[in-house]
C-alpha cells in the first residue's frame, strides 16, 4: 500500500468574512467554531490518524508562514512551503506534488482546504481511506460531499458508475454553481454531491496529468521540487525565480476537468458535516445551532433579535435589540453590520474600502 501524504493549500484572505479575516490573518488562523483551535489546527488534527505532520505538507504566502508555524508546532519547518505570490491552487497543488514524488514516487497524495469545518471526522477519514485505495488504481480522487439542501453556493458532481470499490463511482460531471432552481433539480434528483474541492491521486498520476495539459506548471515546479529534499534553501531561492513566469490557474481547471472528461476520475461520497464557512450567515447559522460565539460570548446581547448573531474580537460589548436577522462583527478597526440573506456581498465592500485606498482595513 502507498503511503500517503496530505497537503493543505492555505492562501486566500477570506473577503466575505471581512472584518475578521484580513490579508494578514486569514479565517484558516481564527476559531470559527465551537472547539478552541482554529480552522487550520481542526484540519491538521482529522488528518493526524492517515498520516503523521512530518508527512503533511502545507503551501502558503509569506505573510501568514510565521503563524502557520506558531499554529502547528509539530509541524516540519521544511513541510511549510512558501508561494512566492498567489497563483491560485493549481500551482501550490503542483508543486507540493512533485516535492512529494522527489521524495517518495510511489505516494498517495490529498489536498484538502485549511479553512473548511468537518464536524464527522470518522466520516471523513473512512471517505478518505475510500479514496486512497480508489487512487492506486490510477483514478483521480474528488471527494463529494453529501448535498443536504439545493445550494446555490457550491458546484455539484455528477456521479456515474459504481467502481466496485466501496462507495466510489465514476464522474460524469462537474457543474458550476447553480440558481436555485437547478440546484434544487440535483438535489432531487440524487445524482448529484457537492463539490468540497477535496482531491487524492498518486503523485506520479496528477505530474503524468499536468505535463499532458499544463505542461508548463510541470515544467517549473519540476526543477524546484527536484532540489528540494537535498537542498531546500537553494530550492526556495529557485522557486523566487520560476514563481515570475506561473500561470494562476484552478486545480479544477487544471487538471480535473480535462481528466474527467476522458475517464479518468472518481469520486467518493461522504456525510461528514462539511461546511465551508464561506460567509457570515453561514458562521451565524453555525453560531445559532450550536450555541457557539466566536470570540466573547459575554460581552454580546442579544434582545427579541431572533436569527441575529454578534460577535466582538476588542472586548466591547455589542447589543443588538429588536433587529432580526442580521449579523453584527466588531473588531478593534472595524464594525460590520449585515442582513443574514446580503451576507454575500460583504465582499463588495471590501472591494470599496480598497477603492477608497483604505488598504489599512483590508
Keep these: 500500500m502507498s503511503t500517503f501524504y496530505p497537503v493543505i493549500p492555505a492562501g486566500g484572505s477570506g473577503t466575505r468574512l471581512w472584518p475578521l479575516s484580513r490579508q494578514g490573518s486569514p479565517k484558516f488562523l481564527h476559531r470559527l467554531g465551537p472547539d478552541e483551535r482554529s480552522l487550520l489546527q481542526l484540519t491538521l488534527a482529522r488528518l493526524e490518524p492517515l498520516a503523521p505532520p512530518a508527512r503533511t505538507y502545507i503551501v502558503c504566502g509569506a505573510a501568514h508562514r510565521e503563524a502557520i508555524a506558531a499554529q502547528l508546532p509539530d509541524l516540519p519547518a521544511e513541510n511549510i512551503v512558501v508561494e512566492p505570490a498567489g497563483r491560485n491552487s493549481g500551482p501550490a497543488i503542483a508543486l507540493a506534488a512533485a516535492i512529494i514524488e522527489a521524495h517518495d514516487p510511489d505516494a498517495v497524495m490529498g489536498s484538502f482546504a485549511a ?39 457550491y458546484g455539484y458532481i455528477q456521479g456515474g458508475a459504481a467502481l466496485g470499490i466501496g462507495d466510489a463511482v465514476d464522474v460524469r460531471s462537474f457543474k458550476e454553481k447553480p440558481d436555485a432552481e437547478t440546484a434544487q433539480a ?34 517549473l515546479v519540476q526543477p524546484v521540487a527536484d532540489l528540494w529534499p537535498s537542498d531546500t534553501p537553494r530550492a526556495r531561492a529557485l522557486l523566487e525565480d520560476v514563481w515570475t513566469r506561473m500561470p494562476s490557474i484552478s486545480i479544477d481547471h487544471a487538471v480535473v476537468e480535462g481528466a474527467a472528461a476522458r475517464g479518468r476520475v472518481a469520486m467518493v461520497p461522504g456525510d461528514m458535516g462539511w461546511s465551508d464557512i464561506g460567509d457570515w450567515d453561514t458562521i451565524a ?78
Aim: aromatic residues 6%.
Design 285 to 362: 447559522e453555525i453560531g445559532l445551532l450550536e450555541g457557539n460565539r466566536l470570540a466573547q460570548p459575554r460581552d454580546t446581547l442579544l434582545l427579541d433579535s431572533p436569527g441575529s448573531f454578534a460577535t466582538t474580537a476588542s472586548g466591547r460589548a455589542v447589543t443588538v435589540v429588536g433587529v432580526p436577522d442580521v449579523v453584527v462583527v466588531e473588531t478593534p478597526t472595524a464594525i460590520l453590520v449585515v442582513r443574514r440573506s446580503e451576507a454575500q456581498r460583504v465582499k463588495e465592500a471590501v472591494d470599496l474600502w480598497k477603492s477608497r485606498g483604505r488598504d489599512d482595513l483590508l
Design 115 to 153: 479553512d473548511h469545518l468537518i464536524s464527522v471526522g470518522d466520516a471523513f477519514r473512512a471517505a478518505i481511506r475510500n479514496a486512497i485505495a480508489v487512487a492506486e488504481t490510477g483514478r483521480l480522487v474528488t471527494v463529494g460531499v453529501t448535498a443536504t439542501r439545493a445550494e446555490t453556493g
Design 186 to 219: 440535483y438535489l432531487d434528483s440524487g445524482e448529484y454531491v457537492w463539490n468540497a474541492g477535496m482531491f487524492v491521486w498518486r503523485v506520479a498520476d496528477l505530474m503524468d496529468e499536468l505535463r499532458r495539459q499544463v505542461p508548463e506548471i510541470a515544467r
